[in-house]
């Protein structure tokens, strides 16, 4: 707001009756521009390393059930891997990673101990 009275009176102005169209700057400031698209892009490279780490965790809680951890487990370190690649920050994808693998670990000790326990009731 201008104290001063300096800003075009709106009454004069033919731009500003209803009906006209304000005039509107040529050129945005680069400055603003610049930011507001790299978050844009920054968020959605982040959307695959926060599901990576989401399935690594999926996989890390359902290691008792190997089908859901399989899957679970190898999608989340695929999109582990390319968000580590597209991505600037690490962090939440490499926690992906460990938890998937850690999963898929744990998943193929289930699958083991389910083979052992079918063989010893065969025999």
């Given at each position: ?12 102005d ?20 610049q ?5 844009v ?22 290691f ?23 991505e ?8 992906g ?27």
């Amino acid at each position: 707001m201008d104290y001063n009275n300096n800003m075009p009176d709106w009454r004069n102005d033919p731009s500003m009756q209803p009906g006209g169209q304000p005039p509107y700057p040529q050129q945005y400031p680069p400055g603003n521009s610049q930011v507001v698209l790299r978050e844009v892009g920054q968020q959605k490279e982040n959307r695959m390393a926060i599901a990576a780490l989401v399935l690594g965790i999926v996989t890390l809680i359902f290691f008792w059930a190997p089908p859901i951890s399989l899957i679970t487990g190898i999608i989340g370190m695929v999109m582990a891997i390319i968000s580590l690649v597209k991505e600037d920050s690490k962090a939440m994808p490499i926690i992906g990673m460990i938890l998937s693998i850690i999963g898929l670990a744990l998943a193929s000790l289930m699958i083991l101990g389910y083979i052992v326990e079918y063989l010893t009731y065969m025999y």
